[in-house]
């Protein structure tokens, strides 16, 4: 019967982005266009950062160690993998018997650019990327041209890796009601995070992470589970917080939101939590999503303003920008800028795209669930990002 569901999802979300992709020839073309060569980068030999010394590894979670760049341009940075096998001598029993035999993969880009008085302080702003359904990480990277943006404006990316063991298309569970409670990959991803940030120089107090689709999903709840440790999440056509609770439930959501739980998913986690700081959030969201369609933006726009304790009365600023060109170098989509502040500061960022399908806005057209048209997300998260940092 699980299975049969499954299945049942999984052509429900074919079927959905048939009416986008025009015909499932197509996006099987596409995806195979995801399958690039690989050129070798430069590879540093000695760490970037002298001033901030390396920690011993943790026990159990492999170093990564320098792969070969995506195609193109190699980029100046260092392009890193490994796979995170979570060290079980340091658990409670319940989380050992949870992981048992799991692990996984991550690729990690650090840059080369010269680092500023305070990262030398400090250590390297850290993205998490979470990738979306029938996505790997470096198509995801690829696909986002995150890591040339990281290397500008000196940011440390990571990627974590969904294993086709754990679902056939890679796609987080973020409709299962123990990831969403913290359990499942939850776990894992925050132990890459942990791992890293234990290995590398990071900014403990500059942890970001964001996705899209149903990497948007598990973005959130990783956020949602361990605030203490992201300091804002960017959500990329992400599904409402707390419903599905199978996958055909999912399919609802995605389809519908869930207004049924927009509230009390919030409200559960704030009883459990009394203490929850807030959460800067941007939400990113394309009009013509047929996937996860705008109604789920409008219930997340709700959640946040509930988990941010964000008062009826709050400032809200609303900026109007015009497409580009029809046929212009550089096109670019309608949108709205929606900022909801509390005093000067804004804690939640919604912006509304005209026209863009289930796609990373300004992306790597030639990848599946990329476009073309601007204004660039990649960019939009991380000068929002960069706004915000945990208070430690």
Partial sequence: MVRSVGAQWLRGLMRAGKAQQRT???????????AVPLAKPKVRSKPV????????????????????????????????TARYVPPTDLMALADVAALAGRSMNYWLYLPAR???????????????????????ATQ??????????????????????????????????????????????VRLIVGIIEHVAHNCP?????????????????????????????????????????????????????????????????????ARSPDFPAMPTILIQGEGDRVVRAINQTHLTRQSLLLNRVPADSAVSVVLKPGGRPGSRNPANAHRISDFRVGKKVLLRVAQIAHLAHAWSGGDASLAFNAKAGPSASKMMLEFFAQHRRER
Wanted: glycine share 14%; charged share 15%; with cysteine.
């Fill in 24 to 34: 499932t020839s197509k996006l099987v073309k596409q995806l195979g266009l995801l």
């Fill in 49 to 80: 950062l002298k001033a901030v010394p390396r920690a011993r590894p943790a026990a159990g979670a492999a170093v990564p160690a320098p792969i070969r760049a995506a195609a193109g341009k190699a980029l100046p940075g260092q392009w890193l």
């Fill in 140 to 185: 995801f990277a690829q696909g986002t041209g995150m890591n040339r943006l990281a290397e500008q404006k000196g940011f440390a990316v990571l990627y974590p890796q969904q294993s086709l063991g754990t679902h056939a298309h890679r796609c987080w569970k973020w409709y299962d009601k123990p990831t969403q409670d913290g359990g499942g990959d």
């Fill in 114 to 136: 010269a680092p500023s008085l305070s990262v030398r302080q400090k250590g390297w702003p850290l993205v998490v990327m979470l990738h979306g359904c029938e996505q790997s």
């Fill in 202 to 270: 990071i900014d403990r107090s500059r942890i970001y992470i964001g996705g899209i689709s149903a990497g948007a999903g598990m973005a959130n709840i990783v956020a949602l589970n361990h605030p203490q440790l992201i300091a804002a999440v960017g959500l990329h056509s992400g599904p409402v917080f707390g419903a599905g609770h199978n996958a055909l439930g999912a399919l609802g959501v995605m389809q519908h939101g869930a207004s049924h739980r927009t509230d009390s998913a919030i409200a559960e986690l704030l």
